[in-house]
């Protein structure tokens, strides 16, 4: 199977395996969204352009990242790469669990996202403000976005984290638009006990990531190979 299709299978599966936890994170922004009153053809717009905007805001994360997984291979340093991205993990899931709220550079970077969102959403709006609005949606920080961005990362290629984030963000469209459509039925509690789940799994992902960069010869899960060498003479 070609490589590109592999990674937008990827990024899909992280999409839709980790899309219920948007229904507790993004779900009251979501559920905010004044597209009740529309008509059905101007309420499926609405959410097909909020979540089309989520995914090109995933994709420019994926160019950010694959160009510096990529200068990670040219410099020949690829085998420390899923390392890196397994640490960068764990030191976001940290900061965003720990980090003190008056000088978390996270928890400030999302209340003046939240503030600009807030006045979108209070503004009157034509059909493209909602790709707007689901672009800087797709900024705030997130425990499982930052679980695809590691996986970009690690794909050491612009154009493969770019396509991993870009699926990752479709891979999230279905439940998205049904808790857009439905979202009233779902209790906070519900949202809430979805939410706790989600820093777990970071921390698995960014313990596979690192137990894959050692190289300590487990099949599937950490092979062990000689990165960065290409035997280019035969006998």
């Known amino acids: ?9 990827s990024g899909f599966s ?3 395996i980790g899309s219920f936890h948007c229904v507790g994170m993004c ?3 979501a559920l905010s969204l004044p597209i009740h ?3 059905a053809v101007q309420k499926s717009f609405s959410i097909l352009l909020y ?8 994709t420019l994360m994926g160019i950010i990242f694959g160009l510096l997984g990529q200068s990670f291979v040219l410099f020949n340093f690829q085998q420390w790469l899923s390392i890196l991205s397994g640490v960068l993990l764990l030191i976001l899931l940290i900061i965003h669990q720990y980090g003190h709220p008056q000088t978390n550079v996270i928890t400030k970077f999302t209340h003046a996202l939240k503030k600009k969102l807030s006045n979108l ?3 009157d709006k034509k059909l493209n403000g909602y790709l707007y609005i689901g672009f800087l949606n797709g900024l705030l920080p997130c425990g499982l976005v930052y679980v695809a961005i590691a996986a970009s990362l690690a794909t050491a290629n612009v154009w493969n984290s770019a396509m991993l984030m870009f699926a990752f963000g479709l891979g999230t469209l279905p439940v998205m638009a049904l808790t857009m459509i439905f979202g009233k039925f779902i209790s906070f509690n519900f949202r809430q006990k979805l939410n ?12 596979l990531l690192i137990v894959r960069g050692l190289n300590l010869g487990i099949p ?12 280019c003479c035969h006998k």
């Not at 979540?51 to 995933?58: D, E, F, H, K, V």
């Not at 599937?220 to 035997?231: A, C, K, T």
């Open 220 to 231: 599937y899960i950490s092979p062990s190979h000689e990165v960065g060498h290409v035997n």
């Open 14 to 16: 992280i999409g839709i």
């Open 37 to 39: 009153q529309l008509s």
């Open 51 to 58: 979540n089309i905007g989520r995914a090109l805001s995933y």
């Open 27 to 29: 779900g009251p922004l």
């Open 121 to 123: 959403l209070k503004a």
């Open 196 to 207: 706790i789940l989600t820093p777990y799994m970071i921390l698995c992902v960014s313990i």
């Open 1 to 9: 199977m070609n490589a590109f299709v592999l990674v937008f299978i």
